[in-house]
């Protein structure tokens, strides 16, 4: 179906260890074999309770590294001829549903109160946005990965049909 897409992710800083195993949990049933999760910063890991008790063993599949600055996750990921999109409100960036992902990337989430720094969001290659109606004009993390993710599937899976 989707063998040689790969899907990345980088997150940055995120306070909730139970937003991290979200993501774990969210990227196996979605992604299957995900090519790697990569923590920054502060980022909980699956060494914390809450992290391994929401991700529900996924840590124990999804493989996953951690290191010190996105800017290395960042680095590292565009040494490996990936493709980096943000999940950010960026003004004049397209919705998640109008932005064709290319089949080896890597989405970068930011911290759930902060976003992602301006300076960050500057080295990926693109960023993508998803539309928000209400007062506030953001989601939580885990949900807008679980949006990006689903979408990424949904066209890969659509570009593999004959």
């Known amino acids: 179906m989707m063998m040689d897409a790969k899907c990345h992710i980088i997150v940055d800083n995120l306070r909730s260890a139970f937003n991290v195993g979200s993501i774990f ?9 995900v090519a790697s999760i990569v923590l920054t910063g502060y980022t909980a890991t699956p060494e914390d309770t809450a992290t391994r008790k929401s991700a ?6 999804v493989p996953w590294s951690w290191v010190q600055t996105v800017d290395e996750a960042i680095s590292d990921a565009k040494a ?12 004049g960036s397209p919705v998640v549903h109008d932005f064709v992902f290319p089949r080896k990337c890597a989405l970068l989430l930011g911290n759930e109160r902060h976003g992602l720094e ?7 290659d693109a960023t993508v946005q998803i539309p928000c109606r209400g007062v506030k004009n953001s989601l939580n993390v885990g949900t807008a990965f679980g949006i990006c993710a689903y979408e990424m599937t949904r066209q890969w899976t659509l570009a593999s049909r004959p």
């Open 25 to 33: 949990r969210t990227s196996e049933c979605l992604f299957g074999p």
């Open 56 to 61: 529900m063993g996924m840590d124990q599949v």
């Open 80 to 91: 490996q001829g990936l493709t980096v999109v943000a999940v950010e409100t960026v003004e």
């Open 118 to 124: 301006p300076r960050h969001i500057d080295l990926c």
